[in-house]
């Protein structure tokens, strides 16, 4: 990796990660509630800095998230065959704080390209070098075609968005104007998500 706005010196270093968490699962035939509490901390022990530039970060950051889901199904039969339908709306909560790290280092980070996966996960990046703020809210709904007497799923289809209660603010490049880094990637003042969806059919 390179420190921002150097290009001769790659950064050299070790990182210490702990992220324990804190989760309480409520599960009942009708649906399911499970808030969680994460603490992600991160020690950066760096060398070849540029002058005046910190060798040691840290960086503690709580994420808290709540998901939660019903389910709704129904009998039936289609050209002589029985099938069960699933109804699943589910919501999902998240909230990062903000915290500018600007100083830390990139050494596997790079944004989520945006997919229905990326609705339900705690991080808009990969890696450990970025955790994105945000305060947003996913609501999706997915749909199953079983067989009754096997339990085995023919068909599913889900589609979602996410609501932003606020801009994000961590990017990639503190240098870069454009805090939109990645093709796909959504604009950090977006109060919507695009819709995102899956399918698959056995």
């Known amino acids: 990796t390179k420190t921002p706005g150097d290009t001769e010196s790659p950064v050299d270093g070790s990182r210490a990660i702990t992220m324990p968490q804190l989760t309480l699962p409520l599960y ?4 399911y509630l499970t ?3 994460q603490l992600s901390a991160s020690q950066y022990s760096l060398s070849n800095q540029l002058p005046g530039e910190d060798s040691s970060i840290d960086r503690v950051l709580p994420i808290s998230d709540v998901d939660s889901g019903l389910f709704f199904d129904k009998q039936g039969s289609f050209f002589g065959h029985a099938y069960q339908q699933t109804l699943e709306p589910r919501l999902f909560y998240l909230y ?6 600007d ?3 990139l050494f596997d980070t790079t944004v989520e390209p945006f997919t229905y996966d ?3 996960r705690t991080n808009r990046f990969t890696g450990y070098d970025r955790i994105g703020d945000t305060n947003q809210l996913s609501y999706a709904l997915t749909s199953r075609i079983l067989d009754p007497e096997s339990g085995v799923e023919k068909m599913h289809v889900s589609v979602g968005e996410i609501y932003y209660f ?3 603010r961590v990017n990639i490049d503190p240098n870069s104007l454009d805090v939109v880094t990645l093709y796909n990637s959504v604009p950090p003042d977006n109060t919507l ?3 995102a969806s899956e399918a698959s059919y056995r």
Do not use: H, T
């Open 35 to 37: 808030p969680s509490v």
């Open 166 to 168: 606020e801009n994000r």
């Open 28 to 31: 009942s035939s009708a649906g």
């Open 96 to 101: 990062v704080p903000y915290r500018n790290q």
């Open 193 to 195: 998500s695009p819709i």
């Open 118 to 120: 990326q609705l339900f």
């Open 103 to 105: 100083d830390i280092p």
